[in-house]
């Protein structure tokens, strides 16, 4: 308003002094109370215009004077505010640094200070008690908290903490149930109940729950779908199971069929759904069925290869010679001829066609991979087919310290892939769903699994030239690889023994007695 009132006084002014100048100044005259004053009309403006500017200082310094007490308070609640705000800060450093004691003064000290954010002091008050460890403090906070409908999904939340820290599981849920159904987007809620129900093996219960997560929007298309997919697996193995006890229910087999069907049509990738699809739908034993399980398979390897996909693409088709095998299996590696399964995939068809040439050059393409056990054994029996005995041993050598694959199939030793308990499917749906990968529950059980490794003789053939150095006189000491040692053969299969030496003709020279063979000798050569 100053600034103002001096701009357009100076303006005034300046129009004034052009008139003065340009000799138009005019006339003005002033009566009041007995008194006459004669001046300028130039003068008269001016003087109008700075008494209107005093007046209008001495206004304003008159509103500062009167208004001085209450920018004192204002500037204390600033003051206040900002020291509350610095303390409220220190305190939640403090809780979740876990220094429950610091935290505990700090959140005192907030309630005296921070009395225009009350859901902030008592947020600090329940996670100081939580870091001290007064679990029953951090209780009757979190308690109050639900009292205000701002503060309950968080109130509810602490609460849900605080009884899995007691072990109340039922409570935990009860209070995660609630907050799922005030807040829409409670991701934690959801979770924490999505776990409670597979734990339970409540796998309907689950999907019901994914899709009202979709419906709000707390997860992604993508992950509703490999959870539904998951789920819908996990509902398929437990109905098959429960057929199986039945005596084979047809009904309740071929809604396993139904579900594995869905996890498989959700998630092309996801093996296990793709597997079960496909034994469930060839155990009819139509060729309708027998080539939707085909089409069911094929299209799970095209979206990702896996070695459950072929043992069972293998294993749908019985009647049938090992070429024919090899040609079907053949087919499937070249729906993706780059993944890696697909070039293990032509190495075993080669295998099982007796192809050995081929298989040694598929072999040879994965020779640059990293080294697992599964790669290792599959070298070994590449080279054994071949006759390399030896090669094969040490591949067998370097794939007892190799590491398992990753990507194992899961096979138990009667060749049942996924064969997962319904704590592992409960593992399997989490982790499937925020990741796309598949839990090896055997794997990390450690529990008895198919080998790797292929099993061959102990022994070596007769392929390693003998070291023959000794001296004349010195004590000796049989070579244990020696075939002339007895119990050298022993344990041998009789395709891998050496042909027997014909007997030499008694007229010929070779029939002469030959000089025995030397032995190594224990004692140190004689100084010449």
Excluded at 58 to 69: D, E, H, K, S
Excluded at 88 to 117: I, N, P
Excluded at 416 to 422: D, E, L, S, V
Excluded at 499 to 517: G, I, L, N, Q
């Amino acid at each position: 308003m100053i600034r103002t009132a001096l701009f357009v006084f100076l303006a005034v002014a300046a129009a004034v002094a052009v008139l003065a100048l340009t000799r138009e100044a005019g006339e003005a005259h002033l009566v009041w109370l007995g008194w006459r004053v004669d001046m300028t009309a130039a003068a008269a403006a001016l003087l109008v215009l700075f008494s209107a500017l005093v007046a209008s200082l001495l206004w304003r310094l008159m509103i500062w004077l009167l208004a001085m007490p209450r920018r004192a308070e204002r500037a204390r609640l600033d003051r206040r505010r900002r020291e509350a705000g610095e303390v409220l800060a220190r305190g939640f450093l403090s809780a979740a640094a876990g220094d429950g004691a610091e935290a505990r003064r700090l959140a005192l000290k907030a309630a005296d200070l921070a009395e225009e954010h009350p859901a902030l002091v008592r947020i600090l008050t329940a996670q100081a008690a939580e870091a001290a460890g007064d679990l029953p403090a951090a209780k009757g906070a979190y308690g109050a908290m639900v009292a205000f409908p701002e503060m309950r999904p968080a109130g509810l939340k602490g609460l849900m903490q605080t009884a899995l820290a007691e072990g109340d599981q039922a409570m935990a849920l009860r209070h995660a149930e609630t907050a799922y159904g005030l807040a829409s987007t409670a991701r934690w809620a959801w979770r924490a109940v999505l776990e409670a129900r597979l734990a339970a093996g409540d796998w309907a219960g689950a999907l019901d729950l994914v899709k009202s997560a979709l419906d709000r929007a707390i997860v992604s298309p993508i992950v509703a779908d490999r959870a539904r997919a998951a789920l819908l697996a996990a509902s398929a193995a437990s109905l098959e199971l429960r057929s199986l006890e039945n005596g084979g229910d047809d009904k309740t087999r071929k809604q396993a069929l139904d579900y594995a069907s869905q996890s498989a049509k959700l998630a092309p990738a996801f093996a296990p759904g793709a597997v079960m699809a496909a034994r469930l739908a060839a155990a009819d034993g139509s060729a309708k069925a027998t080539r939707n399980a085909v089409a069911v398979l094929e299209t799970a390897w095209k979206a990702q290869p896996h070695p459950a996909l072929w043992l069972a693409y293998r294993d749908l088709v019985t009647a049938e010679t090992p070429r024919e095998r090899a040609r079907r299996l053949a087919a499937l590696a070249a729906l993706k001829p780059g993944a890696r399964e697909s070039q293990i995939l032509m190495v075993e068809r080669a295998l099982i066609d007796g192809d050995i040439a081929a298989a040694r050059q598929a072999a040879a393409i994965l020779e640059s991979q990293p080294l697992t056990a599964r790669l290792a054994g599959l070298f070994a029996r590449a080279a054994n087919a071949a006759g390399a005995v030896d090669e094969a041993r040490a591949w067998i050598a370097r794939g007892a310290a190799a590491p398992q694959e990753p990507d194992w199939s899961d096979l138990d030793p009667e060749g049942r892939a996924f064969n997962y308990r319904p704590e592992d499917w409960a593992r399997l749906v989490s982790s499937y769903a925020e990741t796309g990968e598949l839990i090896h529950p055997r794997l990390e059980r450690r529990e008895r699994a198919m080998s790797d490794l292929p099993e061959l003789p102990v022994s070596y053939r007769e392929s390693t030239p003998f070291v023959r150095a000794a001296e004349p006189g010195a004590a000796m000491m049989p070579i244990p690889d020696d075939p002339g040692v007895d119990g050298y053969y022993e344990g041998i299969p009789d395709d891998l023994l050496p042909p027997p030496e014909p007997e030499p003709d008694p007229s010929s020279p070779a029939a002469k007695p030959r000089t025995p063979r030397r032995r190594l000798a224990t004692a140190p050569r004689p100084a010449k």
